[in-house]
């Protein structure tokens, strides 16, 4: 694989641009693989990814039943934070936010991570003491943040409103190194370092069975013919359900549509993400000029991908009360993802009750943040049978009620 570069650019310019090669392969499946990931977003991409660089396994097929990153991956809003609360999640968490800040280096492509900073608005009396909670828990974390009060809130955001019609900003959880990166290009990324190692990202390829021998998977059943392998990795967010029902047992989630949208492009006006949890909605403003905008979960199970009035009507209201200039944009697109959420609004990185068969699911609306972390962790899971980053998180903990509760970091916007 060829490295880009300043002057791999100067070359090609020299050339018209002739001597591009494709970023990743097109191959057809083989017949078996070693490990097979079903799923070719975000965290599927990075689980391959580290399998290979980390522990030298290579055999690996990622499919995809569309398009490469068409799923949560290239319709979320891009934020990267690792504020949370309880100790299990802070360090998958901040491992994945880590990795971000090295990620364009690592895997030579440029994912435009801008760590430019989170704040949580804290617009209750009970927020502020949360935040405050969490700033301290942070602290033993080793996870570096801050409460701020509303005078440094509107020094970050000028454009905010402190005072507010029904919830006046009374401070917020700062996370100064927390930010945003391009999403389509972390998968791009991920995508063309696997397939450089000789894996096989396959497309347009939907998984219809998976096989087993007693209860050992032995492979699956796909719209390209029959696949063999030795270890099989379900990484399919909103669809997980549906293919743990192919594998026969059954998980603890719910599907729900997330919604986002932009605005027209403006002047620079906000370089920081701001998440306003008490009215629901949360805010920044892109590269180019948009304001990305979303909010909470749809309020009953669906499998949409599409945007609703409802949407526009309740967030957009709800952010207007602390950024009264954004009444005045038009909006250029809305669009939606379907997002596993669990009880303890907590992910599942687990084996499952059949052997050979690992599951990644269940990361709510904070998957993007994770991707890099995620991946690393269920690769050594994979690799080595067990994680550190993986240990809280296992299927068993419902069964023994060791919940891992992060409704309260997770807010509207996990």
């Known amino acids: 694989m060829k490295r880009y570069s300043a002057f791999a650019i100067a070359r090609e310019a020299a050339r018209y641009h002739t001597g591009w090669e494709r ?33 030298g396994i ?11 990153g068409g799923g949560n991956t290239g319709r979320n809003t891009t934020i990267i934070r690792s504020n949370y609360l309880q100790d299990p999640s802070a360090a998958i968490y901040e491992k994945a936010r880590s990795l971000y800040e090295t990620m364009s280096q690592d895997l030579n492509y440029n994912v435009m991570f801008s760590p430019r900073g989170v704040i949580m ?10 935040y405050q909670r969490t700033a301290h828990a942070n602290a033993l974390q080793g996870v570096k943040t801050e409460f701020i009060g509303p005078e440094k809130v509107k020094e970050l955001v000028p454009i905010i409103r402190l005072e507010g019609p ?75 359900g549906h293919l743990a029902d192919m594998a026969g047992f059954r998980l603890p989630i719910e599907s729900v549509a997330l919604q986002a949208l932009v605005s027209e492009p403006i002047k620079p006006c906000m370089d920081v993400v701001v998440m306003a949890n008490t009215v629901h909605g949360y805010m920044s403003q892109s590269d180019k000029g948009e304001m990305v905008i ?81 991946g690393w962790a269920m690769a050594e899971l994979m690799a080595k049978g067990r994680s550190p980053l993986t240990d809280e998180f296992g299927l068993n903990r419902f069964r023994e009620g060791r919940f891992i509760d992060e409704s309260v970091a997770a807010g509207v916007a996990h």
């Open 166 to 240: 029904r919830y006046p900003v009374l401070g917020g959880l700062w996370q100064a190194r927390g930010g945003t990166a391009r999403h389509d290009a972390v998968a791009w990324g991920y995508a063309r370092a696997c397939s450089d190692m000789g894996m096989d990202v396959i497309q347009k390829c939907e998984v219809t069975a998976i096989r087993r021998d007693g209860d050992k998977v032995v492979g699956v059943d796909t719209s390209k013919g029959p696949i063999d392998c030795d270890k099989l990795g379900i990484v399919v967010a909103g669809h997980s």
């Open 294 to 374: 979303g909010g909470g979960t749809d309020g009953y199970n669906n499998y949409t991908q599409r945007g609703s009035f409802h949407h526009i009507e309740e967030t957009v209201r709800a952010l207007i009360e602390t950024f009264p200039m954004i009444s005045r944009l038009k909006m250029l697109r809305q669009w939606g993802g379907i997002v596993d959420v669990t009880g303890d609004r907590s992910p599942i990185l687990s084996k499952t009750p059949i052997d050979g068969v690992f599951i990644n699911c269940g990361w709510g609306t904070g998957g993007f943040k994770a991707i890099p972390g995620s």
């Open 121 to 130: 608005l804290a617009q209750t009396h009970h927020e502020v003491r949360g």
């Open 23 to 55: 970023a990743w392969r097109a191959p057809e499946p083989k017949k078996k693989y070693d490990v097979i990931i079903v799923g070719a977003g975000g965290h599927g991409l990075a689980t391959a990814y580290y399998l290979g660089k980390n522990f």
């Open 58 to 68: 290579t055999d690996v097929a990622i499919l995809e039943k569309g398009w490469l």
